[in-house]
């Protein structure tokens, strides 16, 4: 028994460790001449959906749940990434792309993030609407 204990207190020890290395979370200040209201025609249905789905990972204003301070938990969640986003025809081309194959939203967000998740006719809505925003920079 007295084994059972030294494993658990180490296991508790371990765990209080892992809190003191946490991934950067910070939210700079956006210009908001370049957000997608500013720089597309979009209906305000398509930025709910964007918002919904995309906008954790791909704004500054990631709402930072509490699972995402807690190790090892928070080593998953690498909201920001290292993205620099390209050309906006390739962005629109992409998203699209994205969305149908199932690849964003992520499937590990959408485990903790189920209202993210996108239907068939949603993601459809979105893709009309980039293939005819990627018009303009043809
Ligand atoms: C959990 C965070 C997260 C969410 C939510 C998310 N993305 Fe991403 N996305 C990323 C990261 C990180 C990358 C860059 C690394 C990669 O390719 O995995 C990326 C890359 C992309 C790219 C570029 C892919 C390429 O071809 O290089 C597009 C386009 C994109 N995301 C669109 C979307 C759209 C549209 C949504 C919403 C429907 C969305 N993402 C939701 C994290 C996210």
Request: proline share 7%; glycine share 2%; aromatic share 10%.
């Amino acid at each position: 028994m007295i084994r059972m204990k030294y494993i658990v207190a180490m296991f508790i020890i371990i765990l209080i460790v892992l809190q003191f290395f946490q991934p950067e979370k910070t939210n700079p200040a956006t210009d908001s001449s370049l957000s997608l209201e500013e720089q597309t025609e979009i209906s305000p249905h398509i930025a709910k959906l964007i918002g919904r789905a995309c906008r954790d990972c791909h704004t500054n204003d990631t709402v930072w749940p509490l699972h995402s301070y807690i190790a090892p938990i928070s080593w998953l969640v690498d909201y920001e990434g290292n993205y620099e986003p390209p050309m906006a025809w390739v962005l629109l081309d992409a998203t699209c792309e994205q969305i149908m194959l199932g690849k964003m939203p992520p499937k590990r967000y959408l485990v903790v993030h189920p209202e993210a998740k996108l239907a068939d006719t949603e993601k459809e809505a979105i893709c009309g609407w980039a293939m005819e925003e990627k018009k303009n920079y043809e």
